[in-house]
């Protein structure tokens, strides 16, 4: 079976990039002059707090802040024993937040798996949205229809996300009575997953949804247009048509098939840019994903925490990429039998 | 009798422009082969896709009615209904097109494209459709009918998929086939098989044809009715033979002047001298590996040229012809120092009679520079091979000033005598070259190649992408710039009518291998190899009284084993070139 081949393939370099990876994110973060604890007991010193200043050097020697960059490397994904042992990112441990004085863990918990279903529910609906739309504007291109979805996906493209934002919560709350901000009932937070607290997220879910997911609608819109358009030019829609098949069924196997490639490729870009795009929107409709979190972790030199966050977010490109690669060569025998003799 | 099908004063126009397709009437017979036969813009294709309507969405019928007679009653094609017309398409009439790789979906498998034309039309089960699928696979000539199934378009040559595409057509039995230029991107003896298995399923299955070509021999090995077109309107049309034979109209006859043919009759020629030769290639070889993106599976090394020897004495014209893969193209590269030949192959180029030679398999910088401008190449696609975002001028002054010769007012007035030179007005300098025609844009080619005052030219098809009358114009530019520059010519073609007309040596390769040379008239008075034979036999004549010999090509168009003893060869084990006389060489054990 050369699929599941490749797949296993497709998965070792998948954690090899992922090893580069946390050896760059590690490095960038540690690029800037000092770290958290030092600029604290800057702080600290010049504020004349020693006992502060003890409690900081404390943690320096807790996790391994004074040793060498590569050793603190190899103690934080757990290739080395650090002052307590293996205990890194492969081990499970992934850290401790300075600003919030809480593990990395306590911290992102829920918002890891709700930034992972808030930017999931966005793709669907990128996709959702996009290929009727796209398929139907090349279709009835130069067209009233053509050119009504062109503008409002246009619209959708140049509307500010926080804008469209707002927007859908006023109206949202006036006619459809759907509740503004967060992404579930503020009673449910911390609890266990209920039938209840997953209807109240799903009611929450819709508005981010939109807003996340509108400008790269559009955008994909336009993209799918003008690939169907090249593709509707070709031959083969030609012989299609001579056959005598409808033109809906036409479309859909024929030409729609063979545009559909870069969107597929797609899945594993737009994942890092809606997850890096939407951290705006979560602060604005405060939403409990991880955006918020990195933004502080990133201004406070919080080191564990954006690292961490960072390889979460590159975890799930790779991931994307991974799916997207697999699945085109499941859709697209080219690729599957390239280099194989005929 | 009822005509199957009558178009009666059919006009199509796109737009509001002025008609395409102008007060145009034939009738089709039952079983009857009608060919629609005109250069590029004449309107034949888009009249044939009148009948199906498939024409392009800015297209309209203006006036006119096209009727198919069916068993059922007269249907007007040409006033049905969209959702009607879909039951015609595909059943009573259906159509195969010119390029067979790109009119099946890369994407879908050939069984599952023309199963598809039983599930729409037959309702057929699965199951039901791929037994008649495979039967007619079977009948259009795969020899592994339950693998042509499951193959995808990448995987077959283009005389296979072509034949994909008949089974296509057939599959549903129509009354009505329409193909349009079926066999014009396939080679010549491709090209022969294809037109005799279309001939065949015909007259098993009673169907009529209509046949759209540019090609008059084409039309002379198949049609029984011909239709003359040009801008749009019909130019003469009758039964074929009395059309064929003494054609009326003054434009049926400059068609038949303009197309190229095999000499009915040849004789023997002198060989070429070789005192003097500006090209010289000795047991040129090429090897390119063909990674298997596995690393289970070995490369496979592909054999582009295998002991090539050549030689072009100054101001001739040495041709050499085969089909694609042969290696005709890879063997041009190499002379132009464009492809490294493989480790102890020579090519050796003299500039002036007598000079030291230029090794063009081993070049330095300096050296190549100077070789390039003795050098030049012109391509086979001019559509493609000028850029569409530079001026005339500035596509033709580019190669003087790389190599910095001249002011800038020099070279301007040096691209304006080159124009003249090709027949073009030296105020077309300014223009960009999609203000061209097909053979204009081929001028300029030759113009832009001049440029630097070779004394070589590679030809690369030149003519293959072009009308006939128009490739009769270039030919007779490169005679009368060879005449009058000495130029010599190294010119690659698939097409031995036009060969004949131009070349004062052949050599014929195959799988690599040169397996045939000598001057065209003692070619083609007296072929021995059978793949020579086969090329000859293939090229269809504007002449009824010369049909294809299918036998011939079917003996030598096949791989190696299928030849005669004498001539076969292997990977391993080749004959050499053996002198039958003076001048003709032929691969083959004495």
Redesign the interface.
Known sequence: MSILRYAIYRFGTMLLTLLVVSVLVFVIINLPPGDYLSNQIAELKASGQSAGVAKAEFLRKEYALDRALWEQYMIWMGFMPGPHGFSGLIQGNFGWSFEFDRPVREIVGDSLWLTVLVNMAAIVFVYALALPLGVIAAAKSRTWIDYTSAFVGYLGLATPNFLLALILYYYGRKYLNIPIGGLMDPSFEGEPLTWEKMKSIMVHLIVPTIVIGTAGASAMMQRLRANMLDELG???V?????????PSRMLT??PL??AFNPFVADIGNLLPSMVSGSVLVSVVMGLQTIGPALLTALKTQDQFLSAFILMFVALLTLIGTMISDILLVM????IR?????? | MTPLLSVENLSIGFGSGEAVVKDVNFDVMPGETLALVGESGSGKTVTCRAV?R?LPRAAQIRSGRITLNTEKGPLTLSEMSERKM??????QV??I???PM???????RIGNQVS??LW??RGASEKEAKRQVLQTFERVGFPDPERAYRS?P???SGGMRQRA?IA?AMVSKPDLLIADEPTTALDVTTQAQVLGLIKELQQETGMALILVTHDLGVVANMAEKVVVMHKGRVMEAGAAEPLLKSPAHPYTQQLFNAAPAIPAEATLAPPLPDDDLILEMNKVNKTFT?????AWKPD?LVHACRGVDLKLPRGKTLAIVGESGSGKTTAARIALGAELPDEGSEVLFRATPGADPITVHKMDRATRTAFQRDAQMVFQDPYSSLSPRMRVQDAMTEPLEIHKIGTKSEQRDKAAQMLQRVGLNSDMLKRYPHAFSGGQRQRLSVARAMMLDPSLIVCDEPTSALDVSVQEQILTLLEELQEGLGLSYLFISHDLAVVARIADEVAVMRQGLIVEQAPPDTLFYNPQHPYTKALIAAQPEPDIERPINLKLVAQGAGSPEKWAEAFRFTDTMVPSLVELEPGHKVRCHV
């Open positions: 070709k031959p083969y030609e012989t299609a048509i001579a056959k005598g098949m409808a196997k024929y098939r063979v859709l697209d025998p080219r039998y390239e280099g194989r003799e005929s | 199906l498939i879909r039951d015609v398409r595909g059943d259906s159509m097109f010119q390029e790109r009119s099946l979906s890369p994407l879908h598809e034309v729409l039309h995808y990448f995987e077959m595409m296509m063909m990674r298997s993106g596995s496979v």
